[in-house]
């Protein structure tokens, strides 16, 4: 089983930018499907952006595209979320997760492994 911890997360202003690292262990995540999901406070978590174990088909919430892109680099066994143009809207814990599934999904419950999180938060 693959285990999965996030970094990278902190205080910003709005307009800046942060890169999320989500580092994996125990198994590499070559045939795994990553994805970002966030919850904000009192909110259901939510799919940020994933990327298939196959490259391309990259998937994105309507809410953070042409902001966030999501990278993968098999042969760190990472994968990054790059936030640009940050909003007090994207202040949320940011999941990292992975599935054996071929493609990018958007529920919750399609990803069986999950990091603990690490706080976004943005500033007016």
């Known amino acids: 089983q693959v285990q999965l911890v996030e970094s990278g997360g902190g205080l910003v202003q709005a307009g800046d930018s942060l890169r999320l690292s989500c580092a994996a262990s125990g198994r590499t995540i070559s045939r795994y499907t990553m994805a970002w999901f966030r919850q904000a406070p009192g909110k259901e978590r939510e799919f940020v952006a994933g990327?298939?174990?196959?490259?391309?088909?990259?998937a994105y919430a309507d809410s953070v595209k042409g902001r966030f892109s999501i990278l993968r680099d098999n042969a760190k066994n990472t994968v990054y979320l790059q936030m640009n143009s940050l909003k007090p809207e994207d202040t949320a814990v940011y999941y990292c997760a992975a599935d054996l599934r071929l493609r990018v999904a958007i529920g919750v419950h399609e990803y069986g492994v999950w990091g603990q999180g690490t706080q976004v938060t943005v500033s007016s």
């Open positions: 990327i298939p174990w196959g490259g391309g088909g990259t």
